[in-house]
Nanobody, 121 residues
């Protein structure tokens, strides 16, 4: 069993920044890839960014150049630095962890409870 807890969401103005954190606990040895997803009301859940155990990253086109995903494996913590935020970034952001090498291979097994990010214009 793996537990994921997100933090760092909030309300910011367009152009502002937020840093999301995800703390993992439990059987963390089973985690390989990790990622951040988001879901806005009426929209499908989408992958924002993913990272392998070794640090290889990938991003949705909509956030490239603005968001940075990183992980601190000894601390079992995942981060998402979000800069240049836009109103369309407003969503609930979810941390996810997978036993597979890359987050896109299958639907992740483990999910956090989500943290709200709201960007005003």
């Amino acid at each position: 069993q793996v537990q994921l807890v997100e933090s760092g969401g909030g309300l910011v103005q367009a152009g502002g920044s937020l840093r999301l954190s995800c703390a993992a606990s439990g059987r963390i040895f089973s985690i390989n890839s990790m990622g951040w997803y988001r879901q806005a009301p009426g929209n499908q859940r989408e992958l924002v960014a993913g990272i392998t155990r070794g640090g290889t990253t990938n991003y949705a086109d909509s956030v490239k150049g603005r968001f940075t995903i990183s992980r601190d494996n000894p601390k079992n913590t995942l981060y998402l630095q979000m800069n240049g935020l836009k109103p369309e970034d407003t969503a609930v952001y979810y941390c996810a962890a997978s036993t597979y090498p890359n987050i896109v291979q299958v639907t992740p097994r483990y999910w956090g409870q989500g943290t709200q990010v709201t960007v005003s214009s």
